[in-house]
């Protein structure tokens, strides 16, 4: 697909659970591909790079340190991260900096449903968060597809319909 004729899909299943003193945002999207394949996609450094808001320093199956590089337009950040647990191709989870990202995968027919749960420090990030994640999640189902239209990240996201998802998630958050 070429790139700027990408569109974000349709809204994704979304909540926001209290957990202690943070939230989980809680993001559930069909694929159309098996979990073995999604799980690929989770955690292989240039598959990462593909679709991610960040990139790799190493393959994300396996338990162990790493560090995750934010990337902006030309900007990279740093930030270290935890894989604190990866039982392929089921459950893959990890800390990114303050963050708790936990990825489950289960069979839906030929597909897999994706379960995100991101924590995050305060409940009114949910609507950014599920848009950025949102915009990720179509850009890694069209590298699944074989037509791949190359990360969409930082305030880039701004030119393809972020704002508009942002908006739209805060208010099936607020009106559930």
Not at 67 to 81: E, I, N, S, Y
Request: charged share 25%.
């Amino acid at each position: 697909m070429p790139r700027d004729s990408f569109r974000p899909g349709p809204l994704a299943d979304v909540d926001r659970v209290p957990v202690d003193d943070r939230w989980d945002l809680v993001l559930v999207r069909d694929l159309r591909h098996p979990p073995e394949r999604v799980w690929t996609a989770l955690t292989d450094p240039a598959q990462l790079a593909e679709w991610a808001p960040f990139l790799a320093d190493r393959d994300l199956g396996s338990p162990g340190d790493t560090t995750l590089r934010t990337v902006d337009g030309d900007q990279a950040h740093p930030t270290p991260a935890t894989i604190l647990r990866a039982d392929r191709p089921s459950v893959l989870e990890y800390t990114w900096g303050s963050a708790l990202l936990r990825w489950e995968l289960a069979p839906a027919g030929a597909g897999t449903r994706l379960t995100l749960r991101h924590r995050i420090d305060q409940p009114d990030l949910a609507p950014m968060v599920a848009a950025g994640w949102h915009l990720c999640l179509d850009v890694a189902g069209h590298l699944l597809d074989g037509e791949p239209v190359g990360p969409i990240r930082g305030a880039e996201a701004k030119e393809f319909e972020w704002t508009a998802l942002r908006d739209a998630y805060a208010e099936r958050l607020d009106n559930p």
